[in-house]
């Protein structure tokens, strides 16, 4: 298993940013597709967004475009989800998720059950 681990989450004010990490130990994440999804109390799970092994390629869902940023840096092997403009019906615990190459993004993106491996989650709580 590649094991991942989530960090960075905390309590923001609305308006506020966080830049979650998701990184691997033993494991290197260059021939994997990441993403990221979100689950808030009572909701389904939610894929926010999803990166190409490559880092060329992205995915973003409508409720976070052009407020939250994927990247990875490869020579940290750690994944990252940088948010912006935080709001309210953005807390909720936060996972990354690892698919192993080759995997075109666009089905990943339409089949987020299809994910090898995931974190335990981090909290992000926002304040009104």
């Known amino acids: 298993q590649v094991p991942l681990v989530e960090s960075g989450g905390g309590l923001v004010q609305s308006g506020g940013s966080l830049r979650l990490s998701c990184a691997s130990s033993?494991?290197?994440?260059?021939?994997?597709?990441l993403g990221w999804s979100r689950q808030a109390p009572g909701k389904e799970r939610e894929e926010i967004a999803c990166?190409?092994?490559?880092?060329?390629?992205?995915y973003y869902s409508d409720s976070v475009k052009g407020r939250f940023t994927i990247s990875r840096d490869k020579t940290k092997n750690t994944l990252y989800l940088q948010m912006n403009n935080l709001k309210f019906e953005d807390t909720a615990v936060y996972y990354c998720?690892?698919?192993?190459?080759?995997?075109?993004?666009?089905?990943?993106?339409?089949?987020?059950?299809?994910?090898?491996?995931w974190g335990q989650g981090t909290q992000v709580t926002v304040s009104s």
């Open positions: 998720a690892a698919k192993s190459s080759p995997v075109l993004l666009s089905y990943l993106w339409k089949d987020p059950a299809s994910y090898d491996f």
């Open positions: 990166i190409s092994s490559s880092g060329g390629s992205t």
């Open positions: 033993g494991f290197t994440l260059d021939a994997y597709a």
